[in-house]
């Protein structure tokens, strides 16, 4: 083998070498390459995953911070409700809805109040306080479709535990149950134009609807109890439960509110 020969193969030997040089760094660059990609794609997953986490925490903490009637009943001793609750209660749900003129209709003077229960009273105690009278104006009630007193609540359940609380106030008197569960309105209707009816005890949207289809007329009633203090298994009052709010609020301006102010009806607050 002569110079030129054996300097061409060492040239063609070095060529290869390179390429296998040049191979072997391109199949080692791949993977780096891979693996960086992983790693910021790990990186992108943890921080949504945090951000999902920030955004349940800050959730859940919202949820907390909402009080609950049970939180803030826990936190200070029951208050009696008085006449300024109600008055708060008309206004707050129908200041933005009435004209100026409606919500003066709508007030109630102090005079139209009877002393409220201040939580030592049963029901019975309470109305011996209120309608000190009572065996008389019995008496002298001889109207049909009316009553002298009603007693307000907020469910069927809480209208016959009343009736029980009435033993020993109601004498010779006759009570009738006026809510909507299994008793249609008509049948209602019929019981009290029958004969004469001294308590109702019931809801406020059954006893607006005998109001309005004039089954139930406010010519004999002098007293409106309210069953303000009483709290159900959520501790709500009729006051806190919206549906019987609102159906309250209607039983008040179908003549209520009217009569209490021209001096005829007494209103309280149990």
């Known amino acids: 083998m002569d110079a030129s020969e054996a300097e061409g193969e060492k040239a063609a030997e070095d060529i290869s070498e390179e390429k296998t040089t040049k191979k072997r760094k ?6 780096v390459k891979a693996k960086k990609k992983k790693v910021q794609a790990e990186c992108f997953v943890a921080q949504e995953k945090k951000n999902d986490d920030e955004d349940k925490d800050s959730k859940k903490a919202k949820r907390r911070r909402k009080k609950k009637i049970s939180n803030v009943l826990a936190s200070s001793a029951p208050k ?23 919500m003066e209709e709508l007030k109630l003077a102090d005079s139209c109040f009877l002393p409220s229960n201040d939580l030592t009273h049963s029901l019975s105690s309470f109305l011996k306080e209120i309608c000190p009278k009572w065996a008389k104006l019995t008496k002298q009630h001889i109207e049909k479709k009316s009553v002298v007193l009603l007693i307000i609540c907020s469910s069927a359940h809480r209208t016959l535990e009343l009736i029980k609380q009435l033993t020993t106030f109601k004498g010779e008197s006759k009570v009738l149950k006026l809510f909507a569960k299994h008793i ?5 209707i019929k019981l009290l134009d029958k004969g004469v009816t001294h308590i109702g005890v019931g809801t406020p949207g059954r006893i607006t609807a005998l109001i309005d289809k004039d089954g139930l007329t406010l010519k004999a009633l002098k007293y409106v109890v309210l069953d ?11 006051a806190d439960i919206p549906e019987v709010r609102v159906d309250m609020l ?21």
């Open 184 to 188: 249609k309105v008509e049948e209602q």
């Open 228 to 238: 303000w203090n009483w709290r159900d298994q959520k501790l709500r009052r009729m």
């Open 250 to 270: 209607k039983f008040l301006e179908a003549g209520i509110i009217q009569a209490c102010n021209a001096g005829s009806l007494k209103l309280g607050l149990f």
């Open 80 to 102: 009696p409700g008085c006449p300024a609750d109600l008055q708060k209660l008309i206004e707050e749900d129908y200041s933005n809805k009435r004209s100026v003129i409606e």
């Open 26 to 31: 391109g199949q080692s660059a791949k993977p």
